[in-house]
C-alpha cells in the first residue's frame, strides 16, 4: 500500500513570499490533516478535513494560511505571505480510521 | 485549555540500558492515548492505549495508561542504537469538533550510544 505522499521536501523562500505545499492521501482515507511541527516542539493539527469539508480550523492562522481539499482527495496549504516564524516541518497525515492516522514524510520550509 | 506533557526532554543512555518514558495529561473528553516513533522524516505509530492498566508489548517496546492518574508509560528494554528518536505521545478526543483530532506533546529525545 502506497503511503502519504508530500511534495516539495525542502523548500526555502524570503519572507513575505508564497509558498504553497501538496498532500496526497493514502487511497480510500477520508480523513485528512496538517500539522505544523516546529523544531523541538510535537506537531499542531492546523487544518483536519473530512472529506471534503472541514472539521476543524481552530488553530488555522487564517489571515495568512489557507487549506484546500480537492474532490475528497489531494489537498494543498498555501501560506502568504509567509513570516521567519512560519519554519517549520508541516506533516500531512491521512486516515480511514480516526485514531490511526499515517504520516507523510514532511515539508522542510525555511523562511529567511 | 489541553495538555500533553513529556518527560525528560531528552534522555542518553547506552545500548542494553532500559528506559522509561513518561506522558502526563490534561484534556477534555479524553478517548485514547498514543505513542509514535519519528526519527529523520515522519512519525510512526507505535502503540494505541484506550484502557487502563492494560499493558501493550511489541517486541521490546511496551506501555500502559493510568486514567486515574492521567498518565502513561512507553518502556524500552535492551535499548539498541536503531531506537535513537524522538517519541512522541498524543491523545485524542471521543466527540464533539475535536472528534478525529489528536494534540501532541512535545516529544522526548532518546539517544542511544553504542
Known amino acids: 500500500e502506497a503511503g502519504v505522499a508530500q511534495s516539495p521536501r525542502y523548500k526555502i523562500i524570503e519572507k513575505r513570499q508564497s509558498v504553497a505545499f501538496w498532500c496526497n492521501p493514502i487511497s480510500g482515507h477520508a480523513t485528512l490533516y496538517w500539522y505544523q511541527q516546529i523544531l523541538g516542539q510535537g506537531p499542531k493539527l492546523l487544518i483536519q478535513?473530512?472529506?471534503?469539508?472541514?472539521?476543524?480550523d481552530s488553530q488555522l492562522p487564517k489571515d495568512r494560511f489557507s487549506a484546500e481539499r480537492l474532490k475528497g482527495v489531494d489537498s494543498t496549504l498555501k501560506i502568504q505571505p509567509a513570516k521567519l516564524e512560519d519554519s517549520a516541518v508541516y506533516l500531512c497525515?491521512?486516515?480511514?480510521?480516526?485514531?490511526?492516522?499515517?504520516f507523510g514524510p514532511g515539508t522542510r520550509l525555511t523562511v529567511t | 485549555e489541553d495538555k500533553v506533557v513529556q518527560s525528560p526532554l531528552s534522555l542518553v543512555v547506552h545500548e542494553g540500558d532500559t528506559v522509561t518514558l513518561n506522558c502526563s495529561y490534561e484534556v477534555t473528553n479524553f478517548r485514547s492515548l498514543l505513542w509514535y516513533k519519528q526519527e529523520k522524516k515522519a512519525p510512526t505509530f507505535l502503540f494505541m492505549l484506550t484502557s487502563s492498566g492494560i499493558e501493550k508489548k511489541s517486541g521490546r517496546l511496551s506501555s500502559i495508561l493510568d486514567k486515574k492518574e492521567l498518565f502513561s508509560i512507553l518502556n524500552i528494554t535492551a535499548t539498541q542504537t536503531g531506537d535513537s528518536a524522538v517519541y512522541l505521545c498524543?491523545?485524542?478526543?471521543?466527540?464533539?469538533?475535536?472528534?478525529?483530532?489528536?494534540?501532541f506533546g512535545q516529544g522526548t529525545i532518546l539517544t542511544v550510544h553504542p
Open positions: 478535513f473530512q472529506n471534503n469539508g472541514v472539521v476543524d
Open positions: 497525515a491521512s486516515s480511514e480510521r480516526l485514531y490511526e492516522q499515517y
Open positions: 498524543a491523545v485524542s478526543y471521543r466527540g464533539g469538533t475535536s472528534y478525529g483530532k489528536l494534540t
